[in-house]
Structures are given as structure tokens and as C-alpha cells.
């Protein structure tokens, strides 16, 4: 993979892993499995060996090779908190965040619990970090909400919750401790329906709180078509904090959208 992303609204994405397996109903269309086992059995390609999981070390020091600060997205082709990632890889990941602190991660977990475990003790220090922000993916009720629990209960500077793709109405969420609330309906074949009212719901929520929410897209067989208007306008607030000062220190542009993808 090219360290710019195909992905229109993230700087790089950075897969020291590659592959993951299904956890919840956010999973059934994972884009990324769709694009790894396209490769699969395809001599040389880095997805070869499609969307089985597995470390790729050689991948791990390329942050630290990126000069200019970068909003990255840390797997956005696996999942770093996958039980089958050994403890000593998390950690070499993270060790190469905290070194490389002129960029800005996103971390993005459907594994709240091991993110919770692993930095209220082996790596209390990444959640310390600024430029490190710590999410989770949140699809429903049953299976998303209780990751917002643990997500709060992990020690860290910036907490964040991708609702994406949005499945229900989420009703009241306790959003205490969040620090960005981004939403997204689901795209490609089959897309699952995402209905306004779930969103606005959201927003309002969020707006109430004055927690920065940014609206990704409605989603859909073609989201092109579909767009990412929420009565007439774009939501594209976001944290405010490591990479605009770092930016501002090089004179780079800020990057208008920056959000995330799965796991
Ligand atoms: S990468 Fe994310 S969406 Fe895909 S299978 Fe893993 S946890 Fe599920």
C-alpha cells in the first residue's frame, strides 16, 4: 500500500497488520475484507494471503520515515486490539507512535475490552499521549454501546466513537469523555439503510454537548449520489488539537476531512 491513502479523507494509512476476522453486525460488509480477498492467491501482492490476519514487522517503522506530519490511520486493514495480535506487537505499535509524535494517529477498535485492559496497564502511557486518539466503532445497541462504556473507562487524552455503519436508532447515548463523535451510513452492495432521524438524533446530542460531530456520508449502493448533506449543510468538525498545531508549525494546509474507515 502507498503511504497516501486511497481513501479521500485521511492523510496515510499505516497497516503493521494485515487481515482480521468478524466481531459484530458492523462487520458483515468490512471493506477491507472485500479488498484483501481480491488479492488472495496473487503471487507477491501484500494481500496474498487475503484477509487472513497476520503481523507485517517490515511495515512497523514506516511512520518514522513520514517527515512531514501526517493524520494517520493506524489498520485501517485490520484491527490493532485483534486477540490473535500478540501483546509485544501492540506495544512495538505503539512504541513507534510515541516516537514518531509529529503525526496524529487514530486508533479504531471493535476489541474495546483489550483496548481498555492494555492501556489501563501494560501501556498506561499511550493514552497519555496527545497526538495518540483512541476509538471505537459503534454499530447498534447490543454490540456498539457497551464499547463506549469501555472507551471511557480507558485512560486517554482524546476519545473517539465512529458510528459507522449506523444500524438503529441509538436513542440517548452517554457521551461524557467523548471528544468526537464521527457518523456514517453504510456503502457498496447491499448497504444496509440508514434512516435521518438515527443521525439527527445524534447530532443533537452532540451539539448539545458541544462535542465536535462530523457527518461522513449517507451511504448506499452509491454514495456519490447519496452525499453527505445533513439538512442542507456538511458537519465536519473535529478535534482540534496535536495536528493543527503541528500543521501550523510547517505551514501545511489543514486537511478538511479527516475520518475513518472500519475496523
Ligand atoms: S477490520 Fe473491522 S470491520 Fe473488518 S472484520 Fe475487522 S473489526 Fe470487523
Not at 458492523?26 to 487472513?52: L, M
Not at 454499530?139 to 487524552?157: F, M, Q, S, V
Request: glycine share 8%.
Amino acid at each position: 500500500m502507498s503511504i497516501q491513502s486511497h481513501i479521500e479523507w485521511t492523510d496515510a494509512t499505516w497497516n503493521p497488520i494485515r487481515g482480521c476476522t468478524k466481531i459484530s453486525p458492523g462487520c458483515k460488509h468490512c471493506y477491507a475484507e472485500t479488498f484483501a480477498e481480491r488479492f488472495r492467491g496473487v503471487k507477491g501482492h501484500p494481500y496474498e494471503q487475503g484477509f487472513d490476519l497476520r503481523l507485517v514487522p517490515s511495515k512497523l517503522e514506516e511512520p518514522l520515515r513520514w517527515k512531514a506530519p501526517k493524520m494517520i490511520f493506524v489498520n485501517s486493514m485490520s484491527d490493532l486490539f485483534h486477540e490473535r495480535v500478540p501483546d509485544a506487537y501492540i506495544e512495538s505499535v505503539v512504541d513507534v507512535m510515541v516516537k514518531a509524535n509529529w503525526h496524529t494517529y487514530q486508533v479504531l477498535t471493535k476489541r474495546s475490552g483489550r483496548l481498555r485492559e492494555t492501556l489501563s496497564h501494560r501501556l498506561r502511557h499511550a493514552g497519555d499521549q496527545e497526538h495518540i486518539w483512541w476509538g471505537v466503532s459503534v454499530e447498534d445497541k447490543e454490540y456498539g454501546c457497551p464499547r463506549i462504556d469501555d472507551l471511557r473507562a480507558t485512560p486517554a487524552r482524546v476519545r473517539f466513537l465512529s458510528v459507522e455503519p449506523l444500524l438503529e436508532d441509538l436513542g440517548t447515548i452517554d457521551l461524557s469523555k467523548i471528544d468526537w463523535v464521527i457518523v456514517g451510513g453504510e456503502s457498496g452492495f447491499g448497504a444496509r439503510p440508514m434512516q435521518k432521524e438515527w443521525v439527527a438524533s445524534i447530532q443533537r446530542q452532540c451539539a448539545k454537548y458541544r462535542i465536535p460531530f462530523f457527518f461522513k456520508q449517507w451511504g448506499g449502493h452509491q454514495k456519490s449520489k447519496t452525499g453527505r448533506l445533513l439538512d442542507g449543510r456538511t458537519y465536519d468538525e473535529m478535534p482540534t488539537l496535536s495536528l493543527a498545531k503541528s500543521r501550523e508549525a510547517t505551514q501545511q494546509p489543514t486537511h478538511p476531512l479527516v475520518v475513518l474507515g472500519t475496523a
